[in-house]
């Protein structure tokens, strides 16, 4: 399932891999999103027993047939700590703090790395120059689902929905601004299990600045999965005083029971 939406100022499958799509990385390690005390569950998980703590989730998720097995060594104590289901995985979804409810942000062109505009903690940038002044910048990061606090027997055999979504500034700056490649990836992250890559044309409606998002879920994507790499690739213009950027925001990966 695809949705790719235009959003004016807020007023409102998977395709085959192209020739031309980046070489398939070796996963980086994803670092563990920091708990804090406003983490769900933090405060009561003390004074829940494991039956309590099996009875909220199970409520909460409301998995097929309203039941689940855990492995050995994970307790429902742990599992309501960590809550890997209906969790953003993603570290900085939101790099440069920018609000999609507005229209982004006019900015002119610079000279400063992207990198010193805002936190791109867990995120790993290269550029990648093209003619015409104009050039990508290619962001990725890789979510290692176990370590996240999934289990192989619940991927495996339950298969829960594992969706991505994006927004991108609607730029202006060529005829394809943005691109999107995820990847699920087996143990072995060279093995591909499944995999999307859209590139969305710009439509040349309205003032550059709205938001466009784009979303997948991934479903029925058979056994084995253990690591989305998410990679999203967005337009630079080379102006006079330094580059012109698409900015991107609100990028997100998560596992979910279907509806």
């Not at 399932?1 to 891999?17: I, K």
């Not at 920091?34 to 769900?40: A, F, G």
């Not at 992250?189 to 550059?208: D, E, F, K, L, N």
Request: one cysteine or more.
């Amino acid at each position: 399932m695809e949705e790719v939406r235009d959003r004016h100022a807020l007023g409102g499958g998977m395709e085959p891999a192209s020739p031309q799509e980046p070489p398939l990385p070796s996963p980086p390690p994803s670092p563990p999103l920091p708990l804090t005390r406003e983490s769900p569950g933090l405060l009561t998980l003390e004074q829940s027993s494991e039956g309590h703590a099996r009875q909220l989730l199970l409520e909460e998720w409301r998995p097929p047939g309203r039941s689940l097995q855990l492995p050995p060594g994970l307790t429902w104590k742990l599992l309501f700590l960590r809550r890997p289901l209906y969790r953003y995985l993603l570290s900085s979804p939101n790099p440069e703090g920018i609000n999609i409810y507005e229209p982004a942000p006019p900015t002119g062109p610079t000279e400063q790395p992207l990198d010193t505009l805002g936190n791109f903690h867990g995120w790993y940038i290269k550029t990648e120059k093209l003619q015409q002044n104009l050039s990508w910048t290619v962001k990725q990061q890789c979510v290692n689902l176990l370590a996240e606090g999934l289990w192989e027997e619940l991927l495996d055999d339950e298969q829960p929905d594992i969706t991505v979504m994006d927004w991108y500034e609607d730029s202006q700056l060529d005829v394809c601004v943005y691109e999107l490649y995820v990847w699920l990836l087996a143990a072995d992250p060279h093995t591909v299990i499944a995999q999307h890559h859209v590139v969305p044309r710009t439509t040349w409606r309205g003032s550059p600045g709205n938001w466009v998002q784009l979303s997948h879920v991934f479903r029925q994507y058979g056994p084995g999965v253990q690591f989305v790499h998410f990679l999203h690739k967005t337009k630079n213009r080379r102006e006079p005083g330094g580059l012109r950027q698409t900015r991107v925001t609100d990028s997100s990966v998560s596992v979910q029971f279907r509806e």
